[in-house]
């Protein structure tokens, strides 16, 4: 057995196919706040093992990834796709509305590539960008993901530099039910992993036993607290049994 493909199908969520092309989601970036999004062409006729011929990876912040499912999952994404298909059927070509329905910068900074040993040698910044714009045929999208030179702005935004030619580029051709299939599994296991994170890390707070309980007690003023919630297990993205202290309250 191939031990990569072993280790990618562990932390594959759905795969979506098109011709010689294909996009699958992935579980491995939820522990650093990122849906995975692997972009992928491939030539059936070149021997095995050598068949790849782009390969991009995105990684979209959970929340901005979250609305986007939002979107298509109640149907909003689909409405406003008819209606830059209807405008466009009213225009010649050079008025038609070319605004992706959804994008996304990202990439690594020169700075990052330097510190990893890993820089460019025309020393630029590797823009990633991924885009869902319409389809030629009716309720239909494209994913399309390009990577190439970038630069980094004042922001810290990576900014593409390759124009029309990126190094890597993948369009993926899928209809308004695929896409929902890639954004609905993607939510489920998300959702799933932040549950079980959630577990574990309450199920790691040791609780008190009886006697460090009654300790804490004896040497503590007996005071009417009615009004003061007890320490709380904050879960995945705050501490375990943190006190609450006076700055806290004033939120309340």
Known sequence: MDNNNDERNKTQIIRIDAK??????????????????????????????????????????????????????????????????????????????????????????????????????????????VQLILGKKDDFYLFIADSGPGETDSKGLIVPKFGNNPENHVAVSMGWRALNEIMMMTRVHYEAWLASKYVSEIGSAKPQTNYQAKSIQSVQPQQNQSHVPPPQNNGAYGSIGAAVNGEDLKMF
């Open 20 to 129: 010689n092309c294909f996009v699958e989601s992935k579980s491995d970036a939820f522990e650093i706040g990122k849906v995975h999004l692997e972009f992928m062409t491939y030539d059936t006729s070149k021997p095995e093992g050598q068949r790849k011929t782009n390969n991009v990876h995105i990684y979209i912040d959970i929340p901005d990834f979250l609305c986007l499912a939002q979107e298509a999952l109640s149907g909003m994404l689909h409405a406003r796709a008819r209606q830059q298909r209807v405008f466009n059927e009213s225009k010649i070509d050079k008025d038609k509305d070319r605004t992706p329905l959804y994008q996304s910068l990202g990439g690594t900074s020169a700075a990052r590539l330097k510190h990893i040993n890993q820089s460019r040698p025309d020393g630029m910044s590797i823009s990633r960008t």
